[in-house]
């Protein structure tokens, strides 16, 4: 998961770069906000399985995770819809 988020992060990124003055502002600043959601994943994910958790901490952060990444998903399909 850690993985295929930066992979997102990366590609949100390389479109902003590429098609920003065709963006409209709205559009622009959802993709932007996706880009650092993804990017926290990212990083949320790798530290979780970096670091020895106890399952009950790893669960409830494993449910949060869940959730962010389900909001980011919805996110970046009304961006896919926008366009």
């Known amino acids: 998961m850690a993985q295929s ?7 949100l990124a390389k479109l902003l770069t590429a098609q920003r003055a065709a963006l409209a502002p709205s559009l622009r600043d959802g993709i932007e906000h996706a880009r650092y959601e993804l990017e926290a ?30 909001q980011t998903i919805a996110r970046l399909r009304r961006i896919e819809n926008a366009v």
Do not use: C, F, K, W
């Open 5 to 11: 988020a930066a992979e997102g992060s990366r590609r």
């Open 41 to 70: 994943l990212s990083e949320s994910v790798s530290l979780i399985s970096t670091y020895n958790l106890p399952p009950r901490q790893a669960i409830s952060l494993a449910v949060m995770l869940r959730a962010a990444a389900d």
